[in-house]
């Protein structure tokens, strides 16, 4: 599947979809080529891949580590999480908008139209990974038997998370805002209550909607928390464009930050070659 544009079937610019996930490996190889696709054509869609890549990778390291109770179920649970991911992708990319949950459909158009800071970008998609997509990887992976155990390594993956923050605003920055490296290294860190997220609140909730969508299986309620689910995560998606991005002074002041970005992209490939 692919993206529509007027552009050549070969062109760079045309957006391939990557074949379903069926295991860990598949899921890194494919979020980094999607990620790759995005650098090359600075899609903001890539900001929030470069992050995810980033804590693929590290989930993926602490399961050969042998790190979690049951390494088969985290490695369901990462494939099932690639794959929703995955599919809202490919289904707005084929124009089938029903398809694309809420929360996914205001970050991909929020990326198509340039509009928001990198830090916005992210959180877009931090929100819809965690808030819409987390317990329906849960019900997929599944938490119906030895619930004690799945819950465990749920949570023992907020301490991957939490090893691996630091090179992930690091790849973020170098990759889509090089002054915010240039920022931090003279005022210290990105901005922690933002970055994080409130992720391990936010994956506990995620949690509590599994376990409730679980026991409602097959019952009108399920529909109606599925539809709780995409809508909650639709606000804070909202709530995430709300600063005044389009005041005059903060649009003329993006504009000369993005520029800068972009002399210093060109200064470090100068530098490189």
Same mark, same amino acid.
């Given at each position: 599947?692919?993206?529509?544009?007027?552009?050549?079937?070969?062109s760079? &610019?045309?957006?391939?979809?990557?074949?379903? *996930?069926?295991?860990?490996?598949?899921?890194r190889?494919?979020?980094g080529a999607l #990620?790759q &696709?995005?650098?090359?054509t600075?899609?903001?869609?890539?900001?929030?891949?470069?992050a995810y890549?980033?804590?693929?990778?590290a989930v #993926?390291?602490?399961i050969a580590?042998?790190g *979690?109770?049951?390494?088969?179920?985290?490695? $369901?649970?990462?494939?099932a999480?690639?794959?929703?991911y $995955?599919d809202?992708?490919?289904?707005d990319?084929?124009?089938d908008?029903?398809?694309?949950?809420?929360a996914?459909r205001i970050? *991909?158009?929020?990326?198509?139209?340039?509009?928001?800071?990198?830090?916005?970008?992210?959180?877009l998609?931090? !929100?819809?990974?965690? !808030?819409?997509d987390?317990?329906l990887?849960l019900l997929?992976a599944?938490?119906?038997?030895?619930?004690?155990?799945?819950?465990?390594?749920?949570?023992?993956?907020n301490?991957?998370?939490e090893?691996a923050t630091?090179?992930l605003?690091?790849?973020v920055?170098?990759?889509?805002a090089?002054?915010l490296? $240039?920022?931090?290294?003279?005022?210290?860190?990105?901005?922690?209550?933002v970055?994080? *997220?409130s992720?391990?609140?936010?994956r506990? &909730?995620?949690?509590?909607?599994?376990v409730?969508l679980?026991a409602?299986?097959? $019952?009108?309620?399920?529909?109606?928390l599925?539809?709780a689910l995409?809508?909650?995560?639709?606000v804070?998606?909202?709530?995430?464009?709300?600063?005044p991005?389009?005041?005059?002074?903060i649009?003329?002041s993006?504009?000369l930050?993005?520029r800068?970005?972009h002399?210093?992209?060109?200064?470090?490939r100068?530098?490189?070659?």
């Amino acid at each position: 599947m692919r993206e529509t544009t007027a552009l050549t079937p070969h062109s760079p &610019h045309v957006l391939t979809i990557p074949a379903p *996930f069926r295991t860990p490996a598949d899921v890194r190889a494919g979020l980094g080529a999607l #990620e790759q &696709h995005f650098l090359r054509t600075r899609d903001r869609r890539g900001v929030f891949l470069t992050a995810y890549r980033t804590i693929t990778e590290a989930v #993926e390291a602490q399961i050969a580590a042998q790190g *979690f109770r049951d390494s088969a179920w985290v490695s $369901r649970y990462l494939v099932a999480f690639g794959t929703l991911y $995955r599919d809202a992708l490919a289904a707005d990319a084929a124009g089938d908008r029903a398809k694309v949950p809420k929360a996914w459909r205001i970050a *991909f158009d929020a990326a198509r139209a340039g509009r928001g800071w990198v830090i916005q970008h992210l959180i877009l998609g931090v !929100n819809a990974h965690i !808030n819409h997509d987390l317990a329906l990887a849960l019900l997929v992976a599944g938490i119906d038997t030895d619930r004690a155990t799945r819950y465990a390594d749920h949570t023992a993956v907020n301490a991957v998370l939490e090893r691996a923050t630091p090179a992930l605003k690091a790849q973020v920055s170098a990759l889509w805002a090089p002054l915010l490296t $240039r920022l931090d290294a003279a005022a210290g860190t990105l901005d922690d209550d933002v970055t994080t *997220f409130s992720i391990p609140k936010a994956r506990d &909730h995620a949690w509590a909607m599994a376990v409730a969508l679980d026991a409602t299986r097959g $019952r009108p309620t399920e529909a109606l928390l599925r539809t709780a689910l995409d809508e909650q995560a639709a606000v804070v998606a909202q709530l995430t464009l709300t600063p005044p991005v389009h005041a005059p002074v903060i649009d003329r002041s993006k504009r000369l930050l993005e520029r800068i970005d972009h002399v210093l992209r060109i200064g470090s490939r100068l530098r490189d070659v």
